[in-house]
């Protein structure tokens, strides 16, 4: 069966960094997709990184060249690096393996999910 976890989350002020991590069991990150998703609330859920299973990394416009997805074999983990943070970067961000173009990160219907971990930007 395969787990996700997210960890790394919590509260920083404008411009500042944090690192998310998404620790897994169950995969070998072989022929999947590996995502990060953030929501706020009343929000739909939005795909704002992602290592396809073929092709190149993909980011949102609204994170691309702040944001850095990368995948840790050894660790079993998948990071997301966020620099420069800015207070509209301010949701519960989710980590997800083949989880599709969900409306609702919390009911996403397809692959595996972690429980999410809050990102708090102070501006």
């Known amino acids: 069966e395969v787990q996700l976890g997210e960890s790394g989350g919590g509260s920083v002020q404008a411009g500042g960094s944090l690192r998310l991590s998404c620790i897994c069991s169950?995969?070998?990150?072989?022929?999947?997709?590996m995502a990060w998703y953030r929501q706020v609330p009343g929000g739909e859920c939005k795909l704002i990184a992602q290592i396809p299973r073929r092709g190149r990394v993909w980011y949102s416009g609204a994170v691309e060249g702040r944001f850095t997805i990368s995948l840790d074999r050894p660790e079993n983990t998948f990071h997301l690096q966020m620099n420069n943070l800015e207070f509209e970067d301010t949701a519960v961000y989710y980590c997800?393996?083949?989880?599709?173009?969900?409306?609702?990160?919390?009911?996403?219907?397809?692959?595996?999910w972690g429980r999410g971990t809050q990102v708090t930007v102070s501006s």
């Open positions: 169950g995969t070998t990150f072989d022929d999947v997709t």
């Open positions: 997800a393996i083949d989880g599709g173009w969900p409306d609702d990160c919390t009911r996403p219907g397809i692959g595996y």
